[in-house]
C-alpha cells in the first residue's frame, strides 16, 4: 500500500484552522458558563492546535537536503514530529482532562447560562465535522479497499491518522460535552458535566496510547508492505538472469522514501558486464513496481547451491 496519492498537508491546514477557530470560542464558553467539560474540550483544542502546527513543522524539517551528517535526508522528521503530537495529545488532553473531571465529581459547580455552552459545542462540531470529512477525503486514495483501522495500523503516511483520530476524538469528545452539560441542564446534578469530562479524559487517552504505539514504530523503522515487497521480489526476479531473491531488507526513512537492500544470486556463467546490464535493469523495474522506493543497493552473488534464501 503506497502513500501517494494523499495530500496530507491540506488535512493539517484543514484541522489548524478549525482548531484554532473553536478553541477561542470554547475558551469563551468555559468561562461564561464555568463548564468543566468545555474547559476540557478548550484545552483538548488548544492540544489539537498545537499538534497541526508541529506536524506542519516536520513537514518542512523533513524537506532538508541531504547533508553529510544525514546522508539519507531528514524525511524521519515526519515521524518524530508525529510521536511527539502523541505525547502531547496524552499529557496537555487527556491528563488535563482526566484531572480536571475529577475535581469536578467531587465538588460539582453549576453551569452558568448552559444554553450558550450548547450552541458553542454544536457550532464546534460544525467545524469539526468540516475538518474531519477533509481529512478523510485525503486518506481515501492511501485506504483503498481496507478498513479504517487497518489504514491506521499499516499506513506508513504519519499525519493521516494522526489527524483522522484527533478530529473523530475530538467530534466524540463534543458530544460527551454536550451530553454533560445536557444531562446537568435536565437533572440540576453538575456532577454530569465531570462525567463528560471524565469520558473526554479516557477518549483522548486511548486515542494518545494508539498514535504512540503506532508512531513509535514508525520512528524505530518499518519495511515494505506485503505488497510492496511481493512487487519488489517479482521485479527482481523479472530477469533470467537473476536466478533467486537470497536477502531482501527494506526500510522506510519517510512516508514516500522506502530504502531497499537486497542481495541477489546471478547465474554463474555472467560476465561483470552483463552483471552490470542486470542490476540496471532490475533497478529500474523495482522503481516502477514500488514508487515510494528510493535509494536501492543490489548485491550480486554468483548461484551456488549454498544460496539458501534468507526471507525478511
Do not use: C
Amino acid at each position: 500500500m503506497a502513500d501517494r496519492g494523499g495530500d496530507s498537508k491540506l488535512a493539517i491546514v484543514a484541522a489548524l484552522a478549525a482548531n484554532a477557530g473553536i478553541m477561542v470560542a470554547k475558551f469563551i464558553g468555559a468561562f461564561i458558563t464555568g463548564s468543566s467539560s468545555m474547559l476540557a474540550e478548550a484545552v483538548h483544542s488548544v492540544a489539537d492546535t498545537g499538534n497541526q502546527a508541529l506536524l506542519l513543522v516536520g513537514r518542512h524539517r523533513s524537506e532538508q537536503v541531504p547533508d553529510a551528517l544525514h546522508p539519507f535526508g531528514y524525511t524521519r522528521n515526519r515521524y518524530f514530529y508525529s510521536f511527539v503530537v502523541a505525547l502531547v495529545l496524552f499529557t496537555m488532553g487527556s491528563l488535563f482532562a482526566l484531572n480536571e473531571a475529577v475535581h469536578k465529581i467531587r465538588f460539582p459547580e453549576q453551569i452558568e447560562t448552559p444554553a450558550v455552552a450548547i450552541v458553542i459545542l454544536a457550532v464546534s462540531m460544525l467545524f469539526e465535522g468540516g475538518s474531519f470529512l477533509t481529512a478523510r477525503k485525503q486518506s481515501v486514495p492511501l485506504k483503498g479497499k481496507h478498513s479504517w483501522w487497518h489504514f491506521i495500523r499499516n499506513t506508513r503516511n504519519p499525519e493521516l491518522p494522526v489527524v483522522l483520530l484527533e478530529d473523530a476524538g475530538a467530534l466524540t469528545g463534543l458530544v460527551f460535552a454536550l451530553g454533560g452539560v445536557t444531562m446537568t441542564m435536565v437533572t440540576g446534578n453538575a456532577v454530569w458535566d465531570g462525567i463528560g469530562t471524565l469520558l473526554i479524559g479516557l477518549l483522548l487517552g486511548v486515542n494518545a496510547i494508539v498514535l504512540i504505539v503506532e508512531t513509535k514504530s514508525l520512528l524505530i523503522g518499518e519495511g515494505a508492505t506485503a505488497v510492496e515487497d511481493s512487487a519488489i521480489r517479482a521485479a527482481l526476479l523479472d530477469d533470467p538472469r537473476i536466478a533467486r531473491v537470497i536477502r531482501l531488507q527494506t526500510q522506510y526513512l519517510g512516508p514516500e522514501d522506502l530504502l531497499v537492500n537486497a542481495k541477489i544470486a546471478m547465474l554463474p556463467d555472467l560476465d561483470i558486464k552483463q552483471v552490470g546490464a542486470a542490476i540496471d535493469a532490475a533497478d529500474l523495474r523495482v522503481h516502477a513496481a514500488a514508487p515510494n522506493v528510493g535509494a536501492i543497493y543490489l548485491e550480486p552473488d554468483a548461484l551456488r547451491p549454498d544460496n539458501v534464501i534468507v526471507e525478511r
